[in-house]
T-cell receptor, first 115, second 113 residues
Framework: AQSVTQLDSQVPVFEEAPVELRCNYS??????LFWYVQYPNQGLQLLLK??????LVESINGFEAEFNKSQTSFHLRKPSVHISDTAEYFC?????????????FGQGTRLTINP | DGGITQSPKYLFRKEGQNVTLSCEQN?????MYWYRQDPGQGLRLIYY???????QKGDIAEGYSVSREKKESFPLTVTSAQKNPTAFYLC????????????FGSGTRLTVV
């Protein structure tokens, strides 16, 4: 079975500081890996995804994540955060389970940026 | 513009009543999904459908029912058998089952009083 663990439920940081949101997964099959962002009372927006190839993937707003197969991790990083990055972030894996492709989510990490 | 429409955005119902949440898409995607979101628990899969007239239970299907009579529509009924229905419900689509292009609707917040 697939599972996703986000190691921090809340991460408070100061504006312009670096941040890392941690994600570990377990799966017996090849998977796709995703990070989604959710602003209050809204749906999920795709931040970035890893399908294959280069293990470092980047988003257009400065976030990046690195796929580490040996550590089964897909941590999200940003070198300098902005107030507008305040949101909840979800790590997810997609793989074939019992003949169907399913998207499995972690519990979420609430990122709070303080001025 | 193509997208997913979930309606209503907010829904209030009395305990013991059935309620149906709407999810409509014009993306021409084959696969559709319903997730439930509770604070601190992430998103959990309720039901999914990979093709019209076919659907399967997810991880927390008890107390819910769905139909997929049209490619564009995947309504979710929250029945009186659902013990704790108050939650945020999200509908998602994927172009093809197994693809990487998941798209999410804006959600419906259901409150049972």
């Amino acid at each position: 079975a697939q599972s996703v663990t986000q190691l921090d439920s809340q991460v408070p940081v100061f504006e312009e500081a670096p941040v890392e949101l941690r994600c570990n997964y377990s799966s017996s099959v090849s998977v796709y890996l995703f990070w989604y962002v959710q602003y209050p009372n809204q749906g999920l927006q795709l931040l970035l995804k890893y399908l294959s190839g280069s293990t470092l993937v980047e988003s257009i707003n400065g976030f990046e994540a690195e796929f580490n197969k040996s550590q089964t991790s897909f941590h999200l990083r940003k070198p300098s955060v902005h107030i507008s990055d305040t949101a909840e972030y979800f790590c997810a894996v997609s793989g074939n389970i019992q003949g169907a492709q399913k998207l499995v989510f972690g519990q979420g990490t609430r990122l709070t940026i303080n001025p | 513009d193509g997208g997913i429409t979930q309606s209503p955005k907010y829904l209030f119902r009395k305990e013991g009543q059935n309620v149906t949440l709407s999810c409509e898409q014009n993306l021409n995607h084959d696969a559709m999904y319903w997730y439930r979101q509770d604070p601190g628990q992430g998103l959990r899969l309720i039901y999914y459908s990979q093709i019209v007239n076919d659907f399967q239970k997810g991880d927390i299907a008890e107390g819910y029912s769905v139909s997929r009579e049209k490619k564009e529509s995947f309504p979710l009924t929250v029945t009186s058998a659902q013990k704790n229905p108050t939650a945020f419900y999200l509908c998602a689509t994927n172009a093809v089952p197994g693809g990487s292009g998941y798209t999410f609707g804006s959600g419906t917040r259901l409150t049972v009083v």
